[in-house]
């Protein structure tokens, strides 16, 4: 059975770190590339960052370039994000999503996903 189980949110001060983990069981991780993604209170699903299988590739939105660092551990099975300089805006339920590198609006619905993790920044 393929689980995705995100964690290490929390509560941050605006411009604080924090570092999220997606545990992947059920499959091979290093199989696939991932993503991960966040969802604010009544907005859609917008895309945060993706990473390669081999993590030879790796993207941010721009929203996020130059503060947070996707990265993987394939013998751990486990997905991270490192999340720095956090802003306000950026209160967010956050999901890594298995099998897609990137996407965009409804389309990153498409995708496997764990239950989240919730990341509230406020001072």
């Known amino acids: 059975q393929v689980q995705l189980v995100e964690s290490g949110g929390g509560l941050a001060q605006p411009g604080g770190s924090l570092r999220l983990s997606c545990a992947a069981s059920?499959?091979?991780?290093?199989?696939?590339?991932m993503s991960w993604a966040r969802q604010a209170p009544g907005q859609g699903l917008e895309w945060v960052s993706g990473?390669?299988?081999?993590?030879?590739?790796?993207d941010y939105a721009d929203s996020v370039k130059g503060r947070f660092t996707i990265s993987r551990d394939n013998i751990q099975n486990t997905l991270y994000l490192q999340m720095n300089n956090r802003q306000p805006r950026e209160t967010a339920l956050y999901y890594c999503?298995?099998?897609?590198?990137?996407?965009?609006?409804?389309?990153?619905?498409?995708?496997?996903r764990g239950q989240g993790t919730q990341v509230t920044v406020s001072s």
């Open positions: 999503l298995k099998e897609v590198f990137s996407c965009g609006g409804p389309m990153c619905d498409d995708f496997k």
């Open positions: 990473i390669y299988s081999d993590s030879t590739k790796i």
């Open positions: 059920g499959f091979t991780l290093g199989m696939w590339s």
